[in-house]
Each structure stands twice: as structure tokens, then as C-alpha cells.
């Protein structure tokens, strides 16, 4: 079954840093893109960022320079260390399979990430 | 950053009638398009991608249209199981998700 799992949520403190991880099952994890997509209670969506199979990654604005994508293949893990954490950055974070052409295929069942003092 | 723009917010819908629901890119995405259905407590499912291509398992009921700027996702007769909140996604220039529609019972 191919399947998603993350872990290593939790509560926070603003300025601090966490890291999350995404293990990967039933699929050949290393031939597939993959992202983090995190979602606020209630709100909508919003992509997180992206590594490719040679190892490059993309971020958005709201993200860069303080988050970092990483996996390591020999494990089918993926990673996000996330510094500098602020209020804004509290939501779910889900880990999901890039298709070759972009989209999302598989997606994990999420990790609550909350930023408080 | 291409800004995706879902309409209508809330759509009101009987069961079994159609519902067609709107996105729209603030510049033009070519066919790098996809559409999510979510449920509450669950994580976001792929249903159409390519603009019109259905994910393995979706029923035929689930439609995608559009190229450029304008996308339209349509199901043509709603079921129990398919209200839920839907998203649209462009993956032309990294990747943006509309703010999504719900589809409601009426």
C-alpha cells in the first residue's frame, strides 16, 4: 500500500525551531518529487515547499530562510526543519507525492504544528 | 506568484443535481492544473489533474474544463459523498492553491 506518515509535531514556542518528518512506503520513494503543504484550522491550503529527485528545492515567500526540505532515500524519509517559527506558522502540515507533472497524488495524514507561547 | 482565485465560495446544491464550481489564475497556467476534494479530518484527495484528466479511482461523475485562465470543475450528479470542500491548484510556476469552495447541502 503506498502510504505517507508524519511525526514530530507539537507545541512550539515563537522563535523556535522544529523538525518534521515524512516516512514513505509502498512506492519507489526516491523517483518522486514530494512537498509540504500545510493548512491553518479552517483556512485553505497552502504549499509549503517542494524537493525534487536530484535533490533541488523551492519555497514560497512566506517560507523562505527559515524553512528547509530535505529527504534521505536510504530511509524513504522527508524531512522540513522549520527556524524562526511564529504564530502565523501554526496549522497541519501534510507531506504528499508529486506526480510527474505537478501534481499531488498521495498525501499524508498530516501533523499539527502549534506556535504559541 | 500566480494567484488562484475559486468562485463561488459556498455553493448550495441538491442531490443529485450538478454542480459547477470556478477557478481562475491571475495569468495564464496553460493546462497545470488540478483539482482536491477534502473532507473534514482528512487530507485533501486528488481528483483532476492536467485540467481535465481524472485521478486512478475518481468517478466519472467528476469533470475538469479550462486552459489559460478560467478552469471549471463540474459534477454532474451529486452524491451524498461528495460534499466537501474543493481546491484547485496550478503547478505552472511552483505550486498555488485557491482558497477553495465548499459545496453544501441545500
Known amino acids: 500500500e503506498v502510504q505517507l506518515v508524519e511525526s514530530g509535531g507539537g507545541l512550539v514556542q515563537p522563535g523556535g525551531s522544529l523538525r518534521l518528518s515524512c516516512a514513505a512506503s509502498g512506492f519507489t520513494f526516491s523517483s518522486y518529487d514530494m512537498h509540504w503543504v500545510r493548512q491553518a484550522t479552517g483556512k485553505g491550503l497552502e504549499w509549503v515547499s517542494a524537493i525534487g529527485t536530484a535533490g533541488d528545492t523551492y519555497y514560497p515567500g512566506s517560507v523562505k530562510g527559515r524553512f528547509t526540505i530535505s529527504r534521505e532515500n536510504a530511509k524513504n524519509s522527508l524531512y522540513l526543519q522549520m527556524n524562526s517559527l511564529r504564530a502565523g506558522d501554526t496549522a497541519v502540515y501534510y507531506c504528499?507525492?508529486?506526480?510527474?507533472?505537478?501534481?499531488?497524488?498521495?498525501w499524508g495524514q498530516g501533523t499539527m504544528v502549534t506556535v504559541s507561547s | 506568484e500566480i494567484v488562484m482565485t475559486q468562485s463561488p465560495a459556498t455553493l448550495s446544491v441538491s442531490p443529485g443535481e450538478r454542480a459547477t464550481l470556478s477557478c481562475r489564475a491571475s495569468q495564464s497556467v496553460s493546462s497545470n492544473l488540478a483539482w482536491y476534494q477534502q473532507k473534514p479530518g482528512q487530507a485533501p484527495r486528488l481528483l483532476i489533474y492536467g485540467a481535465s484528466t481524472r485521478a486512478t479511482g475518481i468517478p466519472a461523475r467528476f469533470s475538469g474544463s479550462g486552459s489559460g485562465t478560467e478552469f471549471t470543475l463540474t459534477i454532474s450528479s451529486l452524491q451524498s459523498e461528495d460534499f466537501a470542500v474543493y481546491y484547485c491548484q496550478q503547478y505552472n510556476n511552483l505550486w498555488t492553491f485557491g482558497q477553495g469552495t465548499k459545496v453544501e447541502i441545500k
Open positions: 504528499a507525492r508529486g506526480l510527474t507533472e505537478g501534481a499531488f497524488d498521495i
